[in-house]
Every structure is written in structure tokens, then in C-alpha cells.
């Protein structure tokens, strides 16, 4: 399974009304919002809502073959512009992120690179943007 633990710890009863009384507030606030997607997407309609993903997936698939070398995610080390490579935490997992393709136009290099910067550049990108700064763009 994806994000599973290689062993498993200990699974007392005590651990696991321990672990419930923990999330307990996590999973009320997925239940609520998992409920209010529902009834919204109802309201839209599911079939609609099945077509405009499906839609998405390919505009998002059209976009990565358009902007990214190799058409997805790539090792951190792997991407040659520091800008957009993702931070990396230490002890813990690799953090991909996306490298672009070489030849891009600028206008393509400017619309692909705000999609592909990762979190951190992201934010400091916005903020420029919304409360001033000398440069707006990547």
C-alpha cells in the first residue's frame, strides 16, 4: 500500500482509543467537508462533474507534455533552475518537483515556470504581487 509503515507499532486498545481521541477533531472537520463535497456535487451533477475532470486530466496531461522535461515530476537533483526546485526537509522524504523543457518561448518559460514553482517561491512570488515588490515575474 502506498504510505504504509513497514511494521506496525503497537496496536493495544489503549493506542487505539488514544489515536481516535487525537484525531478525533481531524475527523469531524473530513466528515463535515467530506459531506458538504458531496451534496455540492450532487447539486452539479456527478456526470458533469465526471466530464469536467476528465477534462482537467487531459488539459493537465497537455500542459505537462508542453512544459515539463519528461512530461512529470523529477528529482530535486534532477532540476537545473534552483528556483523551482522544491524544498527538501531534512530526515525526511524526497520532495519531487517539476524541471522545465529547454527551448520553451518566453511566454510558454513564464506561464510553465509559475505552474511548476514549488511552495515556498510560490508564496514569495504572491506576495510580491499583492503587496509589492521590484520583479512580478519568475
Avoid: T
Avoid at 8 to 23: I, Y
Avoid at 25 to 47: P, T
Avoid at 87 to 110: C, M, N, S
Amino acid at each position: 500500500p502506498h504510505n504504509a509503515r513497514a511494521e506496525r507499532g503497537d496496536d493495544s486498545p489503549e493506542r487505539r482509543r488514544r489515536l481516535r481521541a487525537w484525531n478525533a477533531l481531524d475527523w469531524r472537520l473530513y466528515s463535515h467537508f467530506n459531506r458538504s463535497f458531496w451534496r455540492a456535487a450532487e447539486e452539479f451533477g456527478l456526470e458533469r462533474l465526471r466530464r469536467e475532470a476528465a477534462e482537467l486530466r487531459r488539459r493537465r496531461g497537455e500542459l505537462a507534455r508542453r512544459c515539463l522535461r519528461g512530461g512529470g515530476p523529477a528529482a530535486a537533483r534532477d532540476i537545473g533552475d534552483r528556483l523551482l526546485r522544491p524544498f527538501q526537509p531534512p530526515g525526511g522524504a524526497a520532495v519531487l518537483g517539476f524541471a522545465l523543457r529547454e527551448g520553451l518561448g518566453e511566454r510558454d518559460r513564464q506561464m510553465c515556470g509559475r505552474m511548476a514553482l514549488p511552495e515556498l517561491p510560490y508564496k514569495d512570488l504572491l506576495e510580491r504581487i499583492q503587496f509589492g515588490g521590484k520583479n512580478e515575474s519568475l
